[in-house]
């Protein structure tokens, strides 16, 4: 899982609590463990891979021996494995790898290597749909796509079936792409297979196989998973409140807890990403409720996050939300910090039983936030 701008939280301890009128949390909650986020951990969706997932890909975007860019040092250095049963061909134009997938001409597969962010995460992503006669993606639909490794990181996985096209050539119904994207400020790199649907699901593994295959052939070169030296925020820190569970990161979310039917977790997004007023109004919308106006927002309540504070949102429902599954009767308490780096997101919903029992931990929780060293 690394960026166009390694977000910086300042080097911030863990918050106070702050108490909230007659609403306000015991003056103690109980902790049972710590945990901190490490530069490997936190995921950072944007409008690159680096912004989404706050590890660089391959070396450290530092000068790389003999001066050479990073998307060099990655075509110079980068080996992989061919799948058994797979023909490699001679890569032409872009192309790094040019490989015919269990030998099938209708097949291929191709390694490519760009500099700089060469369109963004959702431009290439949508580029690909288009190629199968497939409408885009908002960010949202994006993030919730699943990741593969790949050079010791995270890299987007898509798998989508249609119509293709391709770069203008016949149309093809019923074929299928899979590729994985992965990328930070200086380079992005694709791997891709297209073909028929039913050889392509024969041969996901191989493909999967491949991208895992994929490594540096560079004595001095920093092992593929090392953060840069260079920027990246400091390890994220919290306290995980008695009885809560920390799953690990998941998709998208850089820390993902569950306490019984609930789920809080905490998504960083590069810059404003849609604005305080636009986050909360997603969050009511999705228990149904209409948007707040500006006027409406120094009617909320603020909690301290990250030496800061931001509006707190708690309302209920019947919840509809991005894969969490949702029902009846629910609440969803929402915390947003607007930042122009980076901002930052923590969530927890749940039937409103639960979280009404829970409130005073997620306020200790989002009041633990910090940034370690």
């Known amino acids: 899982m690394s960026e166009t701008f390694y977000p910086r939280l300042g080097p911030l301890g863990v918050a106070a609590l702050l108490l909230l009128g007659a609403c306000a949390p015991p003056d103690h909650v109980e902790v049972t463990h710590t945990r901190t986020v490490n530069e490997t951990d936190r995921a950072v969706p944007g409008v690159s891979m680096g912004d989404r997932f706050g590890r660089q890909m391959g070396p450290a975007s530092a000068p790389q021996p003999g001066g050479e860019s990073l998307g060099d040092a990655l075509r110079k250095h980068l080996r992989w494995d061919v799948p058994k049963g797979w023909e490699e061909l001679e890569a032409g134009g872009m192309r790094l790898a040019s490989l015919r997938p269990a030998g099938d001409a209708d ?3 191709s390694l490519i290597i760009l ?13 690909w749909r288009g190629q199968l006669g497939l409408p885009d993606l908002a960010m949202d639909e994006v993030m919730a796509l699943p990741s593969l490794e790949m050079l010791g990181a995270e890299g987007l996985y898509c798998d989508f079936t249609g119509t293709y096209t391709g770069m203008g050539g016949q ?3 019923n074929w ?10 200086d380079a992005m790199l694709f791997m891709k297979m297209t073909g028929p649907a039913d050889l392509l699901e024969a041969e996901r593994a191989r493909f999967e196989g491949l991208c895992g295959s994929l490594r540096l052939d560079m004595d001095d070169a920093p092992p593929a998973s090392a953060p840069s030296q260079g920027g990246g925020a400091g390890p994220l820190t919290y306290d995980v409140p008695a009885g809560w569970n920390d799953v690990g990161a998941k998709s998208m979310r850089a820390v993902n807890l569950t306490v019984g039917d609930s789920q809080c977790y905490v998504i960083l997004l590069g810059g404003q990403a849609g604005g305080l007023l636009g986050n909360l109004n997603r969050w009511r919308g999705e228990v149904g409720l209409p948007d707040l106006v500006t006027s409406d927002l120094d009617e909320l309540a603020k909690v301290r996050i990250l030496g800061e504070d931001a509006p707190l949102l708690d309302v209920r429902g019947d919840y509809k939300g991005m894969g969490e599954g949702g029902g009846a009767n629910y609440r969803l308490l929402g ?6 780096s980076v901002s930052v997101f923590v969530k927890m919903v749940g039937p409103e039983e639960q979280i009404e029992a829970q409130r005073a931990g997620f306020l200790a929780f989002v009041a633990s936030l910090g940034e370690g060293r």
């Open 115 to 127: 500099e700089g962010q060469a369109g963004g995460l959702l431009g290439n992503v949508n580029r």
């Open 176 to 185: 299928r792409m899979l590729g994985v994207i992965l990328a930070n400020d």
């Open 335 to 340: 915390v947003p910090l607007i930042r122009d």
């Open 107 to 109: 097949a291929d597969c």
């Open 171 to 173: 149309a093809r119904e």
